[in-house]
Nanobody, 117 residues
């Protein structure tokens, strides 16, 4: 079992910013990518952003967050960050960290992000 430690959620007004972080255990090898997904009430979980740990740190974003969110990683710390700017009420959701190792995916416990209008 891989435990991912998430932090950084909270309540912000529309237009505000938050930064989420997700740290994987230091003894984990073979990480392909880390990322963030979110799930709003009564909606399916959806991709927000991913970043590869190898291959130059290529990134992928949902269209709804492009230009507002930025994902980055610190390989030495096994940590991924999600900088969220210009937040909107529709960004309100539980945000889950994802860790991909080969064909396996591991999930964090989730952190609530609430954006007030």
């Amino acid at each position: 079992q891989v435990q991912l430690v998430e932090s950084g959620g909270g309540l912000v007004p529309a237009g505000g910013s938050l930064r989420l972080s997700c740290t994987a255990p230091g003894n984990i090898l073979g990480i392909n990518a880390m990322g963030w997904y979110r799930q709003a009430p009564e909606k399916q979980r959806e991709l927000v952003a991913t970043i590869t740990i190898t291959r130059g740190g290529s990134t992928n974003y949902a269209d709804s967050v492009k230009g507002r969110f930025a994902i980055s990683r610190d390989n030495a710390k096994n940590t991924a960050y999600l900088q969220m700017n210009s937040l909107r009420p529709e960004d309100t959701a539980v945000y889950y960290c994802n860790l991909n190792i080969g064909v396996r995916n591991y999930w964090g416990q989730g952190t609530q992000v609430t954006v007030s209008s």
